[in-house]
């Protein structure tokens, strides 16, 4: 069983259009994130759930929209896709916030390609 | 602000030889430091950590890191690598307290090759 499952695992589409990742974990965990890992393998948090509450919102355009309809859940939603959005998209999960032991459990990753 | 830099971009190895990837962090106090690896078109694993106990830290497939306060250092090595190392690793600090106490900061990564 896969701890925490991303679809899909590519996704290539045109410029201006709008796409969604979604994201699932079965590891009973209650905080979730997004992380965008660039062409140099640079790795930046985007959007961090607890407990379906926004509790990291980093600067990321605004056509990036995080939903999480339960704690099990966390989807990203790209409005206007750009150029620049093209990236690998990480979904991860840990258990609890403030004392976690900065152990996350990573997705296998959504490669986005805009042309 | 809490950082880490990787020294190396790219490190190569033989098979059976020593590995040591080098990460130096910057923290204006006590800081929590881990390494993860990440295998070709897997999502990323945790190898170890450090928050405070022991400074040498031993992880997972053999590797082990050992945290240096004077040298503001925490490098990673594995006195033998194997062909199954072959990744990228992250060295990693976890960032203030507050209320981004689960935001980690990643260094660019480095890619470990090992040659047969």
């Known amino acids: 069983d896969t701890a925490v499952s991303q679809t899909p695992k590519y996704l290539v589409t045109q410029m201006g259009n709008d796409k969604s990742i979604k994201c699932e974990q079965n590891?009973?965990?209650?905080?979730m994130y997004w992380y965008k890992q660039d062409s140099k393998k640079f790795l930046k948090i985007m959007f961090s759930?607890?407990?379906?509450?926004?509790?990291i919102n980093e600067t990321v355009p605004n056509r990036f929209s995080p939903k999480s309809p339960d704690k099990a859940h966390l989807n990203l939603h790209i409005n206007s896709l750009e150029l620049g959005d093209s990236a690998v998209y990480f979904c991860?999960?840990?258990?609890?916030?403030?004392?976690?032991?900065?152990?996350?459990?990573f997705g296998e990753g959504s490669r986005l390609t805009v042309l | 602000a809490q950082s880490v830099t990787q020294l190396d971009s790219h490190v190569s190895v033989s098979e059976g030889t020593p590995v040591l990837l080098r990460c130096n962090y910057s923290?204006?106090?006590?800081?929590?430091l881990f390494w993860y690896v990440q295998h070709p078109n897997k999502g990323l694993q945790l190898l170890l950590k450090?928050?405070?106990?022991?400074?040498l830290v031993k992880g997972i497939n053999g590797f082990e890191a050992e945290f240096k306060k004077s040298e503001t250092s925490f490098h990673l090595t594995k006195p033998s690598a194997h062909m199954s190392d072959a990744a990228e690793y992250f060295c990693?600090?976890?960032?203030?307290?507050?209320?981004?106490?689960?935001?980690?900061?990643f260094g660019t990564g480095t890619l470990l090759a090992v040659q047969p």
């Open positions: 991860a999960s840990s258990l609890g916030t403030g004392s976690y032991s900065g152990e996350l459990f």
């Open positions: 590891l009973g965990h209650d905080t």
């Open positions: 759930y607890n407990n379906k509450e926004l509790i």
């Open positions: 923290s204006s106090y006590s800081p929590s």
């Open positions: 450090y928050t405070s106990a022991a400074t």
């Open positions: 990693v600090v976890r960032g203030e307290w507050g209320g981004a106490t689960n935001k980690l900061i």
